[in-house]
């Protein structure tokens, strides 16, 4: 069936570091892919998405890009703030769009 | 506007009492979802509806669980007999339709002593 491995945390990095989460999925078909994104005490938030293989999706400088040959979909940011600090969630949608998530990776990002 | 919204936020209950958790979706919204987030699971799907069609249940971990949506709004979810292992946040999204982005209400914590 339909699955989402996602790097474990917690991630520590210093403001304006580089962050990457990598997340890789198993999929039949041409499942679309997002990024979640759950701050300290709020409910789970769209970051991005991409509905097609080599489809880029960006917001608030977070990108990833839909690689259908590594079945990828990694997270990166160039310069974290200490307000990315959250849990992130990679996902895939099927058929019914009933989302897959991963596990979820905590971002600590200090000062 | 209004977001999805989901009572009680918290809920404290006994092994083997019945709990009814509500979620109301955005308005116009025909999709909806409930999923389970948990420590040991993560988070997981329970069950959708959208519009008139039979509900995907494929989610539901017993028979203890139920879910309905009334007048294709409100959804109550329903979990019976609660173990300690129910509990979890349940968290409710919907969407304009079924492929179309999700949006989440802030989840009900659900606490089985």
């Known amino acids: 069936g339909n699955s989402v491995t996602q790097m474990e945390g917690p991630v520590t990095l210093s403001e304006e570091a580089f962050l990457t989460i990598n997340c890789t999925y198993t999929?039949?078909?041409?499942?679309?892919l997002f990024w979640y994104v759950q701050y300290p005490g709020e409910g789970l938030q769209l970051l991005l998405k991409?509905?097609?293989?080599?489809d880029k999706g960006s917001n608030k400088g977070f990108e990833a890009t839909y690689r259908k040959e590594t079945t990828s979909f990694h997270l990166e940011k160039g310069s974290v703030q200490v307000s990315d600090s959250a849990v992130y969630f990679c996902?895939?949608?099927?058929?019914?769009?009933?989302?897959?998530f991963g596990t979820g990776t905590l971002l600590a990002v200090q000062p | 506007g209004a977001g999805v919204s989901q009572s009680p936020s918290n809920k404290v209950t006994e092994k083997g009492k019945d709990v009814e958790l509500r979620c109301d979706p955005i308005s116009g919204h025909t999709a909806l979802y409930w999923y389970r987030q948990s420590l040991g699971q993560g988070l997981e799907f329970l069950i959708y509806?959208?519009?008139?069609?039979?509900?995907?249940k494929s989610g539901l971990p017993s028979d203890r669980f139920s879910a309905e949506r009334t007048g294709g709004s409100v959804s109550t979810l329903t979990i019976q007999r609660t173990q300690q292992e129910d509990s979890a946040v349940y968290l409710c999204a919907s969407s304009l339709k079924f492929d179309n982005e999700q949006f989440f209400g802030p989840g009900t914590r659900l606490t089985v002593l």
């Open positions: 999929a039949t078909g041409y499942p679309s």
């Open positions: 509806f959208q519009g008139n069609s039979a509900p995907d």
């Open positions: 996902a895939l949608g099927g058929a019914t769009n009933k989302l897959i």
């Open positions: 991409a509905t097609k293989a080599d």
